[in-house]
């Protein structure tokens, strides 16, 4: 017989001893704490080594401290995850000038308002490094999989597998390990256990796993069978065990930047921001990307010299190979590469088609491709055939992040939706090649590609190219 969940029944399950806290959630705090306060202490001292005051120095650590508290900086949801942490503590450093400023509006004392309006520049280059370092050791834990958070996903087949598939395709270090599923349509449960993943029950069978398995994140993806009475339900049983209640929103791929709480009449409506494509949003990305690309043409042009004469001495043909591809608005334009094929490449391609390991898409890729020539296939793995397309940027033609540019027989089968990946440019890179390249499905390229194009951001880009170094090294997918 099913417990009914009400107020009284939640107050006597928290007094039960299996609510858990995640102990390393604790300990990491305090050192966090520690780290500030520490942090706060030297920066006090370097204002009173420079101005001999005692009054700032001695003000600073608790009101610094009091700062990250009131900016939540120490809150779960903000720990280990780094971008949001940093902008919380740059925002709380704001408040030490302020307050300082309020202080000399009655007091007029301007020797605490310079004190402290100098005193936050310091305190932010202490903290952050610190945090920084210790982000960098949890996530280490993370890797070996210590202090990893049990997480329950709750919900329809389909948007288990894909929301599985996209947590894994998600590399590095992760907080998150999916420790079960509570299946809202158990007949698929099969499909689930063939990714490994244990199939703990139903959604009615919520407490008492979240109980036996020490749960700390409950997931909860859209269901027909979840209205808001059954969702409350499961958060009120995932409260009473002390774990966060996530939801999972209908429409995926879209950052956080975009997203905002609306409250309309009492009810949080989700606020989507649209993409921001215009031509003045992109004109620090098309400065970074034509500045840098002649930069690397500079460096890089002996090189590729180098690299051009060997690809004429080991065999016969071009050392550039130049094709016809689409770029921003479906304009056409001639792509640079060196060369790695046969110069008879194109004519044989029909008699390799059964060999197409991405026969689900629009792609043509071939492992072991007997066209590719010996330098081609070391030029392949290692991505140096593309450096020519360094000038395909500083023409404008392309740029250093964006989707795969397409050849115009691809482009031609494209439904309307794949055809917003044509709102930006081409990139020598993007999230396809540092999320495994020409071993990604057509379906999950598309994915990306369309996710790039709507969560665009310079500072995605920078990821992206910060992130492309170890996705060369690794080869991944390069063939």
């Known amino acids: 017989m099913a417990i009914e969940v009400t107020h009284e029944h ?92 309020a202080h000399w509006l009655v007091t007029h004392d301007t020797g605490l308002l310079h004190d402290m309006t100098l005193a936050a520049a310091p305190a932010v280059a202490f903290a952050l490094p610190a945090r920084y370092a210790l982000r960098r050791r949890l996530h280490r834990r993370w890797a070996r999989g210590r202090d990893r958070n049990a997480t329950l996903l709750v919900g329809p087949s389909r948007g288990v597998l ?32 063939a990714l490994g993943l244990p199939v703990l029950g139903g959604a009615g069978d919520l407490d008492d796993v979240i109980r036996a398995m020490g749960i700390g994140t409950v997931v909860v993806l859209p269901a027909p069978e979840f209205d808001a009475a059954a969702l409350r339900r499961m958060s009120w049983i995932t409260a009473v065990h002390d774990a966060d209640f996530l939801l999972a929103p209908v429409l995926s791929d879209v950052s956080a930047s975009r997203l905002a709480v609306r409250p309309t009449h009492g009810v949080p409506l989700l606020r989507i921001q649209a993409p921001n494509l215009s031509r003045f949003a992109r004109l620090p990305k098309e400065a970074l990307d034509r500045s840098l690309a002649a930069l690397l043409l500079v460096l890089c042009g002996l090189p590729m010299l180098l690299i051009a004469l060997i690809v004429r001495l080991d065999s016969p043909g071009p050392a550039l190979y130049r094709q016809q591809r689409v770029g921003r608005y479906g304009d056409h334009f001639t792509m640079l590469k060196f060369r790695t094929m046969r110069p008879d490449a194109d004519a044989l391609r029909a008699e390799l088609a059964h060999l197409n390991s991405n026969s689900d898409g629009l792609l043509f890729k071939v492992k072991g491709d007997p066209r590719i020539t010996r330098v081609g296939s070391f030029l392949r793995r290692s991505s140096l055939d593309e450096l020519p397309q360094l000038i395909n940027v500083v023409k404008g033609h392309m740029s250093l992040v964006g989707p795969r540019p397409p050849l115009p027989e691809e482009v031609e089968e494209y439904t309307p939706d794949i055809k917003r990946r044509l709102l930006v440019k081409p990139g020598l890179t993007g999230l396809w090649q540092v999320s495994g390249r020409s071993d990604l499905p057509w379906d999950e390229a598309v994915r990306l590609d369309l996710g ?28």
């Open 162 to 193: 894909e929301l599985a598939a996209v947590l894994r395709r998600a590399g590095g270090p992760q907080e998150m390990r999916v420790a079960g599923v509570c299946l809202s349509d158990t007949d698929h449960a099969a499909e689930i256990r």
């Open 10 to 101: 939640l107050v006597v399950e928290r007094r039960r001893p299996d609510a858990r806290r995640r102990r390393w959630e604790r300990t990491y705090r305090r050192t966090l704490l520690v780290a500030d306060a520490l942090a706060a202490t030297a920066a006090a001292l370097v204002i009173h080594g420079a101005y001999g005051r005692w009054t700032a120095a001695l003000l600073l650590p608790p009101l610094w401290i009091t700062a990250m508290l009131t900016h939540r900086t120490y809150e779960r949801g903000a720990l280990g995850l780094g971008g949001e942490e940093y902008l919380r503590v740059l925002r709380g450093a704001l408040v030490l000038p302020a307050l300082a400023g």
């Open 452 to 479: 790039y194009v709507d969560n665009w951001s310079m500072s995605l880009d920078l990821t992206i190219l910060a992130r492309t170094g170890s996705a060369v090294v690794r080869g991944t997918g390069a063939y």
